[in-house]
């Protein structure tokens, strides 16, 4: 079956970084879109970065735009997420997902938690 497993996350001073990993398994990597979400407490979950199939073409939201840089291994089945001048409003859990319909994600990963202390 398809797994995506986060990995990376950790507790950081504010201004620091972070690079989060997350493996697929059990899916054509190279056919699936994938992206990165956040779950801070008490909030909803919300759109971090997403990568293109072939790693051309990426996006971000804007609270972490020029901070973050999403990559991919087609090769690895992996996708990497970069994270620098981390803020305590970055705390939260990070989930991994995968998607081949251009309409929802199909694939989650069970998250990984970033803390920043200020």
């Known amino acids: 079956q398809v797994q995506l497993v986060e990995s990376g996350g950790g507790l950081v001073q504010a201004g620091g970084s972070l690079r989060l990993s997350c493996a697929a398994s059990?899916?054509?990597?190279?056919?699936?879109?994938m992206g990165w979400f956040r779950r801070a407490p008490g909030k909803e979950r919300e759109f971090v970065a997403a990568?293109?199939?072939?790693?051309?073409?990426?996006s971000y939201a804007d609270s972490v735009a020029g901070r973050f840089t999403i990559s991919r291994d087609n090769a690895k089945n992996t996708v990497l997420m970069q994270m620098n001048s981390l803020k305590p409003e970055d705390t939260a859990v990070y989930y991994c997902?995968?998607?081949?319909?251009?309409?929802?994600?199909?694939?989650w990963g069970q998250g990984t938690q970033v803390t920043v202390s200020s």
């Open positions: 997902a995968a998607r081949l319909s251009p309409y929802e994600y199909d694939y």
């Open positions: 059990g899916l054509t990597f190279s056919n699936y879109k």
């Open positions: 990568i293109s199939r072939s790693g051309a073409g990426t």
